[in-house]
């Protein structure tokens, strides 16, 4: 009985598993017909888009050639026009042409009977030489030769005339109108000024003062010259020490400092300190009343304060002896006074007279030329352009924009070269003299040179032989020119050039 059941249940198994077979076959060929009816659709519908794109390509293609066919026929309708175009360029070419080659022999007929004609003016102005030769008695190169001769001894001689005559009237004029401008402006404008040095001397009451400066091991000079940026010197000078240091308003407070310790007797590093400190405000309130007295007496009211006290630094500078302040003073004096004889803007002339120097107060502490210094710093504290102008243009250093700034100029030099007002070392003096003689000796034909008045004139002797008339004219400018450019001094130099001719005969 059990064996039945497990014989039935083994063939229901069998029967089950082929008939599941049978469906899962089914079951397969069911979707792989499915997925070829989906494959054939998709085939389908990629045979009809590829036979759209065909299409569309076939019609822009058609387009295409339509529209290159079109191209092409209106191209070719241009080449056309312009080979017809052409074709008449080149007729009418060919008629200038034809034209052309007609003027052509016409010109080469013209032109023949003009070289016949040269041949015979040739030949006739060869016959002329020939008979002025045999007249004359002279060659033509002879003739040529005493005519040139001749015309440029006349000219040269007209030349030296015309040339000393337009100098004598220029000179004469020119130094009638500056002798009187200037003899009025320096006789209006009376000053003096006092040598100073790049040293200050300090009596002292007994040389037993200088221990007392030197201190123990030497520490109250050191804190002095530390404290005070100077340098002492204590030598063998009896009764008197030295100060020395090249800015003139440090050796100015270092010497009053000195003069009040020597007085009080006290001296040590504190109260050097303190005596120090004291006599630089003091010597401010100096410089500012000094630059307002400058100011005063100069006629420039307005000025600002900062302009003020840069203006009285300069009581203690000094340049070849001459105060710089009261040179100062006496340019904006002598400027005002050439302004108005000329009818210029006084006001001016002498604001930029005053000031003109004002770069020099700074030139240690700022880089630059005086002149540029100056006017920078004038700008700053609004000074007129005209005036700032004239500051930075009173050495040529800028271009003179006005007529007062040429007066500044000239106030100027007047002040620093009238006589007595700087001072220059023995040294330097004989360098300059030299300097003067070398220069002239330089020039070919220069026999000898003499540096006269203190190097104010510089005479120079030719040889009479080398140098003409018109050449020692020249001489006498291309001396005076380099001297210009390769020298630096006050005033003006007159070069003189001698030429002398001796004729020499003896009675037997």
Partial sequence: ???????????????????????????????????????????????????????????????????????????????????????????????????????????????????????????????????????????????????????????????????????EEAQVEGERKARELIADAIQRVASEHVAEVTVSVVSLPSDDMKGRIIGRNGRNIRAFEQAAGVDVVVDDTPEAVTISCFDPVRREVARRSMEKLVLDGRIHPAHIEKILNQVRDEVERVMVEEGERAAFEAGVPGLHHEIIKKLGRLKFRTSYGQNQLAHAIETAQLAGVIAAELGADTEASKAGGLLHDLGKAMDHEVEGTHAAIGADFSRRYRISPKVVNIIASHHREVEQESVEAVIVEAADAISGARPGARRESLEHYLKRIRALEEIANSFTGVSQSYALQAGREIRVIVVPEDIDDLDATRLARSVAKKIEEGMQYPGQIKVTVIRETRAVDYAK
Avoid: C, P
Wanted: no cysteine; hydrophobic share 40%; aromatic share 2%.
């Fill in 1 to 167: 009985m059990d064996i039945t059941w497990v014989i039935v249940f083994v063939i229901g198994l069998l029967a089950g598993a082929v008939i599941g077979y049978f469906l899962r076959q089914l079951q397969i060929e069911r979707h792989i017909k499915g997925r070829q009816a989906e494959a054939d659709r998709i085939l389908e519908e990629a045979r009809a888009r590829v036979r759209e794109i065909e299409l569309k390509t076939r019609d822009q293609a058609l387009s295409i050639r339509d529209e290159a066919e079109a191209d092409v026929s209106r191209r070719r309708a241009e080449l056309a026009k312009e080979d017809d175009r052409l074709q008449r360029r080149r007729a009418s070419l060919d008629k200038r042409f034809e034209q052309i080659e007609k003027r052509d022999q016409i010109l080469n007929k013209r032109q023949s009977a003009i070289d016949r004609r040269a041949n015979e003016l040739e030949k006739r102005h060869a016959e002329t030489l020939v008979e002025l030769e045999r007249v004359s008695s002279m060659t033509q190169e002879e003739a040529k030769a005493q005519l040139l001769e001749e015309v440029e001894g006349e000219a040269r001689a007209d030349m030296v005339r015309v040339i000393r005559r337009i100098e």
